[in-house]
């Protein structure tokens, strides 16, 4: 028989290959966004099922008919804007010159140490000096005990704003300040989202599992799941060369997610028995096309896609029916 071969598990194109520093990731670029709206938003994974549409795509051989979609279902309670940022250029890229908070809230003193100085009077000497910022951007805090998972203490993130010019920025930032966003008004059914998340965590694996390198043959000496000869005495540690290590929990992206729809009714996607391991839906959720990175209960970071797929319509297909047959048997 043929030898059975597959690709190699760990891909060269990340560097460095570490664990990410937080169960949830950081954003440093956005697409540009001339609406007056956060330019992302994030909610919790709360699994899988799978769903009938009348396929909407113009060139799919299986156009008008009614197709099988695997989803991820998204649970988004709304985000609450704690704080706005201002910045201005220096030498070494944008750094934070003021940063105005809204008043004081009990669940978000939770998670880190407020001032205790009233900071919203300082918006009109912001306003007098507006031109000598670069940008405008606003901290947000999630309201976990709002969805079906068993958690107090809110995830602290920072979003861009949408807008044609840094007035329009700021006009947008005051009217939000301290008021809670749901997600209806960040995102629209049939848009394109780029998914931010970190992958589940696998512990310490050896170079078979965490790499994908063939077995040796029964004849070898040393066992059949090493890397083989390294070089000479010591071997090579380099981080090309298949060793054994700490495999998942790391930082990824990927882009083009389709959203299919955006409900408020969570009987229309709560399957029987709940969701493995995180439970049942008790808000505002998503439906995105495919499978996303990340364990349940994991904040999943969501923003307009940067370079969308122009195959794929702006109109969200009709959904037909949505499976909620139990996932425990």
């Not at 947000?140 to 920072?158: C, D, H, M, S």
């Not at 749901?182 to 965490?210: C, H, M, N, W, Y």
């Amino acid at each position: 028989m043929p030898t059975k071969r597959s690709p190699r598990k760990g891909s060269l194109q990340y560097w460095p290959r570490k664990h990410a520093k937080k169960p949830y990731p950081r954003i440093r670029h956005y697409a540009p966004l001339t609406e007056s709206k956060l330019a992302g938003f994030a909610g919790y994974k709360a699994g899988m099922t799978h769903v009938f549409i009348a396929d909407n795509r113009a060139h799919s051989m299986t156009k008008g008919q009614s197709i099988m979609f695997p989803v991820t279902v998204l649970e988004c309670p709304p985000l609450k804007v704690a704080s706005m940022r201002f910045y201005k250029t220096s030498s070494s890229g944008l750094r934070i010159a003021v940063e105005i908070f809204s008043s004081d809230d009990k669940n978000l003193s939770k998670k880190l140490k407020l001032p205790k100085k009233d900071t919203i009077k300082n918006i009109a000497e912001v306003e007098k000096n507006l031109s000598s910022y670069s940008d405008i951007r606003v901290n947000v805090y999630t309201q976990p005990y709002l969805a079906g998972i068993n958690k107090k203490r809110p995830e602290i993130f920072e979003l861009a704003l949408g807008g044609k010019n840094i007035s329009e920025k700021l006009n947008h930032a005051k009217s939000i300040l301290g008021k809670e966003i749901p997600v209806k008004d960040v995102f629209k059914e049939g848009q394109q989202l780029d998914i931010f998340a970190v992958s589940k965590s696998k512990g310490t694996q050896g170079p078979v599992k965490r790499f994908g390198i063939g077995l040796r043959s029964h004849k070898s000496e040393k066992g059949r799941r090493g890397p083989a000869n390294v070089g000479p005495w010591t071997g090579n540690r380099s981080w090309t060369v298949s060793h054994a290590g700490r495999m998942g929990f790391h930082n990824r992206l990927e882009k083009n997610k389709w959203l299919l729809k955006i409900g408020d009714k969570p009987e229309e996607v709560n399957v029987k028995g709940g969701f493995i391991n995180y439970g049942i839906v008790k808000g505002a959720y998503l439906l995105l096309k495919g499978s996303v990175p990340g364990a349940a209960k994991r904040l999943i970071r969501l923003v307009n896609s940067y370079h969308p797929n122009h195959k794929l319509p702006e109109q969200a297909p009709s959904i037909e029916i949505v499976s909620l047959k139990s996932q425990q048997g």
